[in-house]
């Protein structure tokens, strides 16, 4: 076992898996591209998240769409939020030969990220986490969900080329992104869990399996799927990931009994009506709770079953570390 994960596995008082990728940024007065295009404001954010809820890991506010950035899909770019792709225009082999010559390392803002990963990993000591988008999932961003899903079926051949294509640009970038001092790589693929499960393992898992049997030699791999997954755990913990983060919906107890014990879990406090709605009082209560049904499981992380909203108080962040650390 790896060396962070035996440091976990041991250690006497549980980790916090982090999801919370923007949250840091309304700790500022900054717009979400402000800290794109700038590698020290994002350390900025990270040494702010110390002093104010510091977790078991740092990590670089979350760019779910930096490949549709760089390939120069139509963005909606709020000013205190997450960008979104409102253009799906790769509907073709064609058009992915059109975009095959980007480049994870110079093109869009790749380095920036890249540099911003580098400069926190530095500053602070502890294990850097990064997140980024799963084959299928970035497939359903460039062509659209209904038509790629669609496609796994009526058109095989555009189907296979472009999770093909996907997998190999995320994979690029997971091996950049280690380059630069990530620690722990989560494929985030919520896609997974309305597509078929025979057609994923049939289509896409290969591919999984290769991004992350690639990460697995130089950091610490993770899998998050949203959803009911219980259709897709064995996908999941076939797919090589030595960090399985679950979103809110499911059952702990029956995950932790599905899992190997030398496969990690992570969740699964609900993000919204437990961290953004909540207080400090029925957070803690939550926190405490899922504890106590954890207890005794050593492959077990405190997180949360998606990335909380950017405007979940800190209070309720500081109620679960409280929760973790007292009980």
């Known amino acids: 076992m790896k060396k962070l994960l035996e440091e976990i596995k041991n250690s006497k008082k549980r980790f916090i898996y982090p999801q919370m990728g923007g949250m840091g940024l309304m700790l500022t007065n900054y717009t979400m591209y402000e800290v794109y295009k700038d590698s020290d404001k994002q350390l900025e954010i990270a040494k702010l998240i110390e002093e104010k809820f510091p977790t078991d890991f740092t990590y670089t506010v979350d760019f779910g769409t930096i490949f549709q950035d760089a390939i120069g899909l139509e963005m909606k770019k709020p000013e205190r939020d997450f960008p979104s792709t409102i253009e799906n225009r790769i509907k073709s082999i064609e058009d992915i030969e059109e975009i095959k010559n980007i480049d994870v390392r110079k093109d869009g803002l790749f380095p920036i990220y890249l540099e911003s990963i580098n400069k926190i990993r530095s500053c602070i000591d502890k294990p850097h986490m990064v997140a980024v988008v799963g084959p299928l999932t970035l497939s359903g961003e460039l062509s659209g969900l209904e038509y790629i899903l669609r496609s796994s079926i009526r058109n095989k051949e555009f189907f296979n080329e472009i999770i093909k294509y996907t997998s190999e640009i995320i994979k690029e970038f997971c091996l950049a992104a280690i380059e630069n001092g990530a620690d722990v790589v ?5 896609v997974m869990s309305i597509m078929r499960p025979s057609i994923y393992q049939n289509t896409v898992q290969k591919y999984l399996k290769d991004i992350i049997n690639e990460i697995n030699k130089k950091a610490v791999s993770s899998l998050h799927v949203c959803g009911d997954t219980r259709k897709y755990m064995n996908m999941m913990v076939e797919s090589g990931a030595e960090i399985l ?4 919906i499911m059952d702990m ?7 190997p014990d030398d496969v990690f879990v992570a969740g699964n406090l609900d993000p919204v009506e437990v961290m953004e709605n ?3 009082e029925s957070v803690y209560k939550e926190a405490a709770n899922l504890m106590k049904i954890m207890k005794g499981h050593k492959n077990y992380m405190m997180s949360f079953g998606c ?11 500081l109620a679960v570390i409280d929760a973790v650390n007292e009980l």
Do not use: A, F
């Open 245 to 248: 983060s679950l979103d809110q």
């Open 186 to 190: 989560q494929i985030s693929e919520p």
């Open 307 to 317: 990335d909380c909203p950017l405007d979940t108080p800190i209070d309720n962040m």
């Open 253 to 259: 107890e029956w995950v932790i009994k599905n899992v």
């Open 278 to 280: 909540g207080n400090y």
